[in-house]
């Protein structure tokens, strides 16, 4: 029997639909084991509609709730951080998801065992937050190609299913009709005017897409976001750069990727563009992006 955590009550928000419809089944599994082996008091809430589980969350904080575990994948935290922020207590992922990039990047992607251990015996890291355009995201945003990849997976349902493979496939649907923009790109201050910009990430942590390593060298706690812009190459290029991003070895490309970092980002493009945040989207033609002054409490 694990005893670390008998006293901290816990509500688990639990995404049925994440994982490609497996988080439920998975989920059952796993509450076996956390009634077999642990003894601290938790509740579990079962979201049917998007933006539930930052209501639900929210609730929690007002119900004495100490933590908060997001059961599924970074959509459900991106929620509950925007539930939650602010107020005392901690949140942590069961990354049952299909993309699981948060998870990846605090190195939370681990076993049943690993998890369990995780929430009788817990360590918190106090991680930064985000924000675009007044909501906070965790993880990374985007905008450009990226966006409208985003867009065409979430349009499509038996691609989002896929995880990676399907962002390689909808990259390639994509790639026939999109035309690079001209986008100002403000950076703390230091404004410039790019030409032929394919995209732009913004990374508080290293991954998106489901695995691709967009901006290796973010970190969580630096109080920076990371900034990664690819311009100025053709299609067959992009092609043979993609495969890299999820190394990390595009940022050595010098040519086609620049890497800068800072804690205030504007961007405006001639045109609505797309954008996305932890996976949700956004349209529109200029983009407010910062670090808060708020931090989030993490379960690691």
């Known amino acids: 029997m694990l005893q670390g955590a ?4 816990t509500l688990f928000i639990v995404n049925p639909t994440a994982g490609r419809g497996t988080t439920k089944s998975r989920w059952d599994a796993f509450e076996r084991q956390l ?3 642990t003894t601290f008091p938790y509740k579990v809430h079962f979201t049917t509609r998007s933006g539930e589980a930052e209501t639900v969350s929210l609730q929690a904080t007002h119900s004495h709730f100490e933590r908060v575990i997001a059961v599924g994948g970074d959509g459900t935290v991106n929620e509950i951080v925007n539930g939650v922020l602010g107020r005392d207590v901690m949140i942590g992922i069961l990354p049952f998801g299909t993309g699981n990039d948060l998870a990846r990047s605090i190195e939370a992607n681990k076993s049943d065992k690993d998890l369990l251990h995780m929430l009788c015996y817990p360590k918190e890291a106090s991680l930064n937050v ?3 355009n007044g909501r906070h995201f965790i993880n990374a945003a985007g ?4 966006g409208i990849v985003a867009n065409h997976i979430n349009r499509h349902m038996f691609i989002k299913i896929l995880g990676a493979l399907g962002y390689s496939l909808s990259a390639i649907t994509v790639l026939k009709s999109f035309t690079p923009s ?7 201050g230091n404004c410039v005017i790019l030409s032929h910009v394919w995209m732009i990430a913004i990374g508080n942590g290293s991954f998106y897409g489901g695995g691709m390593k967009i901006c290796p060298s973010a970190k969580y706690d630096d109080d920076l976001l990371d900034v990664c812009i ?5 299609k067959m290029n992009f092609l043979k750069l993609l495969p890299s ?3 990390g070895r595009h940022v050595e490309k010098e040519t086609f990727i620049t890497t800068q970092q800072g804690k205030h980002i504007e961007i405006t493009c001639p045109d609505y563009m797309i954008a996305h945040a932890d996976g949700e989207l956004i349209a529109s033609s200029s983009l407010q992006i910062s670090v808060s002054e ?3 409490r993490f379960l690691t």
């Open 143 to 146: 905008i450009g190609f990226d």
């Open 35 to 37: 009634k077999k082996y």
């Open 294 to 296: 708020k931090r989030i």
């Open 182 to 188: 001209e986008v100002m790109l403000n950076i703390d």
């Open 6 to 9: 008998f006293l901290i009550e």
């Open 130 to 132: 985000a924000k675009i």
């Open 245 to 247: 991003v999820y190394t």
């Open 230 to 234: 690819v311009s100025n190459l053709g």
